[in-house]
């Protein structure tokens, strides 16, 4: 493929396709309705499985396994098109491709990803990941969630909690202790049905943003799955979904890009448009210097996510960058809609405009997939190893 720029953060033609169409997809099919979507808390299934059908939801799954084998850069891109416009819609695709699909590509045997990762990546169901626990978040070496070994098959007993894509989801990527013990030996992975005997999903939990994304909670009272559905070794489960959120994070890190993005596009367009004391809001200093820093911010967060993704898909090391791409990017995008919504006064403030719905999806990004205080521990920890910094 041949580049139509230079620089760290140029883009390939076929890339630039990619984004300008989903870009074209979520200005005509999702923005429209998305304000009432977000009021109603209505998930967005139609458009759900026009991704499906555009091949959206297997970007960057290998063919031999249904996916359209493109790259963690074109799947950065199109997650960050999608949240120019809404956050859930990208928090849907992102969830269901780097958590409940992925890790079954990455860490599955042969049998495994042909029987659950083609109906996955056409999307005829949603993928979903439990990791975290009532008890277990940030420590989440903290597992209470247990699987008992009895033949052929691992009874798991335990809970899981604020699950994306619960209600949609037709496997789940899980842990579960499979010895006795604290901290992350002894933590297993399994892949369980929706129809699995045992497990029951919760009622969708009530949250400040993103309420068209689903999250429920997770029970599994004695759940039966056989043992042909465990992840890899015991005890590995751990380590393989230290490895997914590495991904997860860049991905998390363009979610918030694009969020930012949209923000920055409303102010700059309500500030074209608003007038006071005789001209233009955008030609008041003080206006002026708000949508620059905000610009400023957004470029800086964009390159830091290039980077993490084109590490990845070279096959470097990008543990740290990963971090620093989702750290950054997610508290800007905290920032520039807090300034959006400052730049549009008292309408920022109502759920008439995007930028309310906006400043609340974003502090997701924030806590999600890692927060802010769990990057910059693995952030200063790969200093401390390295020794030189860079």
Known sequence: METTATGPSALTDDEILLRDTVRRFAEERVLPGELARDKECRFHSELVAELAEMG?????????????????????????EIAKVSGSLALTLAAHTSLGT????????EEQKKEFVPPLAAGKYLGAFGLTE?????????????????????VISGQKSWITNASYAGSFVVTARTSEGRGADGISAFIVRRDAPGFAIGKPEKKLGLHSSDSCPLFFDGCRVPAAQRLGPEGE???????????????????????????LQRSLQ????????GKEIANHQAIAFKLADMATQIEAARLLIHQAARKKDAGLPFTREA????????????????????IHGGY????????????????????GEGTSEVQRLVISRSLVQDGTGF
């Open 348 to 367: 920022g403030y109502t759920r008439e405009y995007h930028v309310e719905r906006m400043y609340r999806d974003a502090k997701l990004c924030t806590i």
């Open 102 to 109: 992925m890790m079954i590509v990455d860490f599955g045997t």
């Open 237 to 263: 489960g751990f380590k393989y979904f230290m490895k997914t959120l590495d991904r997860g994070r860049i991905i998390i890190g363009a979610m918030a890009l694009g969020l930012a993005e949209g923000a």
């Open 134 to 154: 009532p008890q277990a978040g940030s420590d989440s070496g903290a597992t209470r969630t247990v699987a008992r070994r009895e033949g052929d098959a691992y």
């Open 323 to 342: 971090a620093m791409a989702k750290l950054y990017a997610s508290e800007m995008a905290m920032r520039v809609t807090s300034d959006a919504i400052q």
């Open 270 to 277: 309500y500030a074209k448009e608003r007038k006071t004391f």
């Open 56 to 80: 959206f939801l297997g970007i960057p799954v290998p063919e031999e396994y249904g996916g359209a084998g493109m790259t963690t850069m074109c799947y950065a891109l199109t997650v960050e």
